[in-house]
């Protein structure tokens, strides 16, 4: 059986691969054919790409500088990160997004301990514990707003019990709470407890140095122990995540620097 020259052209166009269509953005490929990608086999890539992450502020500023100046930075102030695609362009001439810096900053220990610290109640071993593991950093204050040293603080806590007190009233206090109607239990040598202490650390590498504060309470059931509370805690973080704003921005100051993220 033969075939006209228009079935033969016919067949041929509809199993050609590489045929191009939609005006150069799409190709007609035919089944059962495995694309190639060429560029392991050539001297060179065709573009410059890949992902620079840092947990180093200076480090990240450094890079982005020193590559695409202009370049648009998003910074992530509640995840304390920024990422920047330095490949990304411009509208009428937009880029892959395939050549990416991103920054993680990370928590320090000490700011870590004082935020698993906040809102845990720990029992005269856990608290005496905590003392001597951060008191490098820590001062104490009474409940008179005097100062307490660090080596009286340990050994009040130590030393701490409670006394079983028959009274028809008993003013509530810091190192005291109520049990009953006729009877309280009272923490003995309050004034020798911290009931604020405050904790000089840097929260994320890189940034200033600051004090936060922790409210300290006795709990008298089961025993002594200790509660724990950051004081104004949410605006710490606020003032925190402000300077990690303003230091990316300062840091690189030819660049565009938008608070929020960009997925591409």
């Not at 001439?93 to 698993?116: I, Q, R, V």
């Not at 845990?120 to 951060?134: I, P």
């Not at 004090?211 to 002594?224: D, E, H, I, N």
Request: aromatic fraction near 6%; charged fraction near 25%; include cysteine.
């Amino acid at each position: 059986m033969s075939l006209t020259k228009e079935a033969l052209q016919h067949i041929e166009a509809s199993h050609k691969t590489g045929t191009e269509a939609a005006e150069g953005h799409a190709l007609i490929v035919g089944d059962n054919f495995k694309l190639v990608d060429m560029e392991k086999y050539q001297d060179q890539r065709r573009r410059f790409r890949g992902q620079f992450k840092t947990k180093g502020l200076k480090d990240f500023i450094a890079y982005v500088a020193g590559r695409q100046k202009n370049a648009p930075v998003f910074i992530d102030r509640d995840a304390m990160a920024a990422c920047s695609y330095l490949d990304i362009g411009i509208k009428e001439s937009p880029g892959h997004c395939d050549h990416s810096a991103t920054l993680n900053l990370p928590k320090t220990p000490e700011f870590t301990a004082y935020l698993n610290a906040d809102g845990s109640t720990l029992s005269q071993e856990e608290m005496v514990e905590l003392v001597e593991d951060w008191g490098h950093l820590l001062t104490f204050e009474n409940n008179e707003g005097q100062p307490l040293e660090r080596g009286k603080v340990i050994h009040a806590l130590r030393k701490v019990s409670l006394d079983d007190l028959t009274s028809i009233e008993s003013d509530k206090q810091e190192h005291s709470s109520r049990v009953g109607v006729m009877n309280s239990v009272t923490v003995k040598n309050a004034d020798r407890l911290p009931t604020v202490i405050y904790w000089k650390l840097t929260p994320y590498e890189g940034l200033t140095e600051r004090t936060l504060a922790m409210r300290v309470s006795s709990k008298t059931k089961g025993g002594p122990s200790f509660g724990l509370r950051a004081i104004a805690l949410d605006a710490a973080k606020e003032e925190i995540a402000a300077e990690f704003a303003k230091l990316v921005t300062d840091g690189l100051p030819e660049s565009e620097c938008l608070l929020g993220t960009f997925q591409p």
